[in-house]
């Protein structure tokens, strides 16, 4: 009988430990989840005022200093949104 009992408190905490680490995995998803779409949402905010910036008359360069972006990939996000990259 004691072995058993040391069989079921393995098997206990086994289980538990088991769980736990179930709920952190989909605690982890979740958050991945809630950053990518803060991450898409800065996206789109920095798109929206590099843009503006550039109807605004900022210069290329000046938009690359203040963002760290590459020339080219300022140039794609100002022809996606219609505007004329030079």
Known sequence: MCE???VAKDLVRAT???RSAQ???ESSKA???ESQAALKKAR???TESIVAEAKRGARMRDLVAAT???R???RTLLRAAGVAAD
Request: aromatic residues 10%; glycine residues 10%.
């Open 68 to 70: 760290g972006l590459s």
């Open 72 to 74: 080219e990939w300022i």
């Open 23 to 25: 709920a952190a995995v």
């Open 31 to 33: 958050q991945v989840r």
């Open 16 to 18: 538990a430990a088991y």
């Open 44 to 46: 789109e905010d920095l």
């Open 4 to 6: 058993a009992r040391g």
